[in-house]
């Protein structure tokens, strides 16, 4: 809410389907592979070229339609969505238009204090259209057809958020959800997954705004910042006396605007009628089932799961599962160890490691078991904590195992009573005076002596016993 | 001995080493090069049908051939896609198109020893009933009115197919029919003509006219041939979704022209009083005729006849205006260059394709605009529907429907109506089995009093081509149709 102006915002996603081959011939789907390299006579609508729809890509979308808990139609069928542009070879799109593969469902995302369901109307297969080339020639445009007939879940939301973090966190849970299911590897900067976000502003009471759509988002920034500029620039055409004009608008990612592209009166007829050249797609419930029983653990019930076997704040679980990798890498080295301990250790020293580095989990150079050692070895207390530090941070540059490193640089925690106490002397003997403020009251250099300790152990000294011995003798 | 040879008959004297593939595939070139008045052919493989020829006498030297039929030339019309060979539909927009693959039609030709002899000319993306609207120009049909020299329509849009048959420029041609284009000029030319069960024979690598209606089929001098090639070219094809999983059947060795018991069906609605007398004539013949064999005749009604050719064009121009979007300049086929992309876009479908077609996308693109979709094309779908039920109905009560099949013989080329709707009416006898996906053919049954062929249609049920071969058979045993045009064009 912008004053006391209600946003409304719709998200329709597009998502890759995770496949070899593409929605209606086998054409590989390899992202970056030189232009116009996977191609077929059907991508490129040779004459008499007919689609033949790809099994898999069938099952990923029903797949798919589970995990946002939406139903399955039984019979779909597949339009022509029929327009001319250069990366379109067929002249048309073949989409679902009033028959989609899954209805309604929903999704439960995390606001500010508390959940949120977001509605979701639909979600249908169609293909994708090539990529025009404007930069590569001062005259012509190039087209690169790899793309071409890649399928592609539409999913369409229903009008259910109220704010850019709300928009961002139903599409970063849609995200997560394909990504469980390995229906879409959701990389948004590769183009896998991309949003038109629909915005309209309106008053309580008041009917609906006019909407508009800006598409291609492809970063959750971008999201937000887009739906920011543009609630803003209808709130003030309103308020200015001005009507919003329904309208389809591109994002500039350089000047952070939206700007028009397409009025309503422009827009395409397109002409959708049923693809003759397919039979409507009939499911067997049987099958559909078969595949509701392989479907795996979804974010919502791992974190519900993480709270409860590793106590994780409902916080923490969220950060967590969000990602599946990161869940996995988690559940990984929690097992048969202290939660809280992995919990700051992934969150904190790994995240921050891998956002330095600006990489995933899986490229992490510190395996699962590698981290469950380091764990380990302070648990048990060979290590401290401040040395664990330093340890990871070897291990991270250099990809050694921690026992390796704590082997090689003598690393191993002193917890010998008599070695400490012969650092401790030698600490307390050319300290006097300190010691002198020490028993005057001044109790707060225990710290002071137990940092020239740990210096002159390079470290390595338990804490607590160290602790035991300082207090030990001073307090004498 | 070597003229007017069927298919069986020119098998039996390779077999009996009377004519080497070669020798016969050398006539029939020479017949192509004499009949070149006749316009049949688009593109003439005068090499390459030699040297598979050659190939085919070598498989039979060395008996590893590939069928009983190895060797023998046909002629396909210029709607299926040709690996290597020129593939035009007729039109300037593809006026200079190659294809790198084969359909799976003539693929299944070639893997049982068939020779091309060549492309044959059609109507403009097989839109037409008079082969007229060629780019490459029209196809004279080898019959003429008695005492004229006034050349004929060979009727379309298989026109090239159904004249290269008649004239003998061919042994056996195939064409494509949605909505006549095989049967049509087959009853113009005094040929057979078979329309399959739509989803018997493959589409894939066929230039697409409207895919819900478009199927492939032979036109052949003998209803034996059509039985021969239907059996080559049919079967299941998991490259195009709508062919069907229906195991296929051995027509020929399964042909048994017994009517005994059949009854066949006479559709009321068929009937008109501005059919020509000769054809209402030969109609009752037919019926006297299979009565006398056994058969009996039932009149029937299939009411919804009169929507069929409506319906046919909604539905048809609808796909292919869809289906022909893709002829658009960007990468391959003809380009005119323009200022932008639009101007392209214009400039070369403007130039590329021909006027039937333009009207026929335009009438296409409008039934499937909003605010007009339901009028138009969900309405006709509706009424296809019904059109379909009319035919299941009858099917509970009889074996095969018995029709003309065209409401007129050939005309003269230069009498073709100016007004398109006229033209339309062509078709009105075939549509209806298209919009039903059940299989027809047209036979030719006696000449009228201008001396030009009529053709009668048999039409079954969905993939009961066995009984609709099987009639035709008894028919065609008995009546004996053996006229054949004089070869005027040759001087």
Redesign the interface.
């Given at each position: 809410m912008i004053n006391d102006w209600n946003l409304v915002i719709g998200i329709e996603i597009h998502a890759q389907v995770k496949s070899n081959s593409k929605l209606f011939s086998s054409s590989p789907t390899d992202f970056g592979s030189s232009p116009n390299s996977q191609v077929s006579?059907i991508d490129?609508?040779?004459?008499?070229?007919?689609?033949?729809?790809n099994s898999y890509c069938v099952e990923q979308a029903v797949r798919s339609g589970i995990g946002i808990n939406a139903k399955i139609n039984e019979k779909s069928i597949f339009d022509?969505k029929?327009y001319?542009?250069?990366d379109l070879?067929?002249?048309?799109q073949i989409s679902q238009y009033k028959d989609p593969i899954v209805g309604e469902g929903y999704i439960d995302i995390e606001t500010e204090n508390n959940q949120k369901r977001i509605g979701i109307e639909r979600l249908h297969l169609e293909q994708d259209a090539g990529k025009s080339l404007h930069d590569q020639d001062p005259k012509y445009?190039f087209?690169d057809l790899n793309r071409s007939g890649i399928a592609l879940m539409e999913i369409v939301s229903k009008p259910d958020m109220n704010s850019p973090k709300e928009a961002v966190n139903y599409v970063r849970k849609v995200r997560s959800i394909l990504r469980y299911l390995d229906t879409c590897d959701g990389n948004m900067e590769q183009g896998s997954l991309r949003a038109d976000v629909n915005v309209s502003v309106n008053k309580d009471g008041e009917a609906l705004g006019t909407r508009c759509e800006i598409k291609n988002l492809n970063s959750f920034k971008h999201i937000s910042s887009a739906i920011v500029y543009e609630s803003k620039r209808q709130i003030k055409l309103i308020d200015s006396g001005k009507r919003v004009d329904q309208e389809t608008r591109l994002y500039d990612i350089n000047s952070g605007e939206t700007r028009s592209m397409r009025s309503k009166e422009d827009a395409h007829?397109y002409?959708?009628?049923p693809d003759?050249?397919?039979?409507p797609l009939v499911l067997e419930k049987e099958w559909i089932e078969n595949i509701k029983k392989n479907i795996p653990e979804l974010p919502d019930e791992k974190k519900a799961r993480f709270v409860k076997e590793y106590s994780l704040s409902n916080y923490d679980a969220e950060v967590v599962v969000s990602d599946k990798a990161t869940s996995e890498y988690y559940e990984a080295v929690v097992k048969g160890r202290a939660p809280k301990l992995v919990t700051t250790w992934v969150t904190g020293e790994l995240f921050s490691v891998l956002n330095k580095k600006n990489i995933s989990i899986q490229d992490s150079p510190v395996s699962a078991d590698m981290m469950g050692e380091l764990l380990d070895n302070i648990e048990s207390g060979k290590i401290s904590n401040r040395l664990a530090k330093d340890i990871f941070e070897d291990m991270c540059e250099t990809g050694k195992n921690p026992n390796l490193i704590i082997e090689e640089k003598g690393l191993s925690q002193i917890s010998d009573e008599g070695e400490i106490e012969k650092l401790v002397d030698e600490v307390l003997n050319s300290n006097p005076e300190n010691i002198e403020k020490y028993k005057n009251g001044k109790t707060k250099l225990l710290g002071f002596f137990v940092g020239e300790v740990m210096k002159l152990s390079k470290g390595k000294a338990n804490p607590g016993t160290l602790n035991k011995l300082l207090k030990k003798k001073l307090d004498n | 001995m070597t003229e007017n040879l069927t298919i069986k008959q020119a098998s039996d004297l390779l077999k009996n080493k009377e004519l080497s593939s070669k020798e016969l595939t050398e006539l029939y070139l020479k017949n192509i090069t004499e009949g070149k008045e006749l316009n049949c052919y688009n593109y003439v493989l005068e090499e390459s049908s030699l040297s598979e020829a050659v190939k085919s006498d070598e498989r039979r030297a060395s008996n590893s051939l590939k069928s009983d039929f190895d060797g023998v030339p046909i002629g396909i019309k210029d709607l299926f896609c040709t690996k290597g060979t020129l593939t035009t539909a007729s039109s300037k927009i593809l006026s200079d198109f190659i294809p790198t693959y084969e359909s799976t039609v003539t693929q299944k030709c070639k893997d049982s020893g068939l020779i091309s002899l060549g492309k044959l000319n059609c109507d403009e993306f097989a839109m037409g009933s008079t082969n007229k609207t060629s780019y490459f120009g029209p196809v004279k049909n080898p019959w003429k009115l008695k005492d004229s020299k006034a050349d004929l329509v060979p009727g379309g849009s298989s026109g090239g197919s159904a004249a290269a048959v008649a004239g003998d420029l061919c042994i056996a041609s195939l064409g494509t029919d949605t909505g006549g284009s095989i049967r049509q000029p087959a009853s113009f030319t005094g040929t057979v003509g078979l329309k399959p069960s739509y989803g018997r024979v493959s589409r894939w690598g066929i230039v697409a006219f409207a895919s819900s209606l478009d199927q492939a089929g032979p036109i052949t001098k003998t209803v034996d041939d059509a039985a021969i090639l239907l059996d080559i070219i049919s079967g299941h094809d998991n490259k195009d979704s709508t062919s069907s999983i229906k195991e296929k059947e051995n027509y020929s060795q399964n042909m048994n022209s017994n009517v005994k018991g059949m009854k066949v069906g006479v559709p009321k609605e068929f009937m008109s009083d501005d059919l020509p007398k000769s054809t209402l004539k030969a109609w009752d013949a037919c019926k006297d005729l299979l009565k006398s064999n056994g058969a009996e005749i039932i009149n029937i009604s299939l009411p919804h006849t009169m929507s069929a050719l409506p319906t046919y064009y909604i539905i048809a121009p609808a796909e292919a205006s869809s289906n022909l979007a893709r002829y658009d300049g960007v990468r391959y086929g003809l380009r005119e260059q323009g200022e932008n992309l639009i101007d392209m876009y214009e400039k070369t479908r403007s130039e590329g394709f021909g006027d039937e077609v333009k009207r026929r996308i335009l009438i296409g693109t409008y039934v499937l605009s909003s605010g007009y979709y339901d009028a138009y094309y969900l309405k006709a779908q509706k009424v296809r529907s019904l059109i379909k039920d009319d035919f299941n109905k009858a099917f509970n009560d009889v074996d095969a429907i018995l029709t003309p099949s065209t409401p007129s013989t050939a005309f003269e080329i230069a009498n073709e109506p100016n007004d398109p709707v006229q033209n339309y009416f062509n078709d009105i006898f075939t549509v209806p089995v298209n919009l039903a996906g059940i299989p027809g053919i047209s036979i030719p049954f006696s000449n009228d009093e201008k001396n030009l062929p009529i053709g009668l249609q048999l039409i079954t049920n969905s993939f009961e081509e066995q009984k609709l071969l099987n009639i035709a058979k008894n028919i065609e045993e008995t009546v004996q149709y053996k006229a054949t045009p004089e070869k005027w064009w040759i001087t």
């Open positions: 006579l490129a609508a040779m004459p008499g070229m007919l689609p033949v729809i022509r029929n001319f542009y250069q070879p067929q002249g048309y445009t087209v007829d002409r959708y009628f003759p050249d397919l039979l | -």
